[in-house]
């Protein structure tokens, strides 16, 4: 996604990558209140180990956190509430569907500003074992072996 298209990336799960296997990922907005917007925009923000979750169906992010603005007063956000996800109803009953009968989970893989709008790219994900782990661990060392013989060369 480059930038000319009003798009700018503030974080990317690298650790859900790691630790899942990623099926399809689809955009949704995020209901943010007063100064969190601001806090996300400075980048001060974590989702590493946050997920989404239908309930009465809503989508919803947990352990989303959020730390607290720093020109903020009192009227500072909680940093750790549940935050609601906007998506289609036809898109939430058939992410309720997946989730119940399959057994995947919901994971944000990416934070973005699409023409100034906080956005969320969130991943229907599936856990890894330890040995799918090694194999990744294998496979990327092995490419950058192999780019390293084509760079000396």
């Known amino acids: 996604m480059a930038k000319s ?3 700018k990336v503030l974080a990317v799960n690298k650790k859900a990558r790691f630790n899942y ?3 399809e990922s689809f955009e949704c907005g995020v209901v943010l209140v007063g100064t969190e917007v601001k806090s996300i925009k ?3 923000f974590s989702f590493a180990d946050s997920y989404a979750l239908v309930q009465n169906d809503e989508l919803f992010l947990i352990d989303f956190h959020v730390t607290p603005y720093v020109y903020g007063n009192r009227v500072n956000h909680e940093p750790l509430r549940r935050r609601k996800l906007l998506v289609h109803r036809k898109e939430i009953k058939r992410l309720r569907r997946i989730v119940d009968e399959k057994g995947l989970t919901l994971v944000p893989l990416k934070f973005y500003l699409k023409r100034g709008i906080i956005k969320c790219e969130l991943g229907i994900a599936k856990g890894k074992k330890l040995f799918d782990k090694r194999d990744d661990i294998r496979k990327r060392d092995q490419k950058r072996e192999l780019e ?3 760079r000396i060369k």
């Open 5 to 7: 298209e009003g798009i």
């Open 148 to 150: 390293r013989e084509f």
């Open 21 to 23: 296997t990623i099926d």
């Open 42 to 44: 400075d980048g001060r």
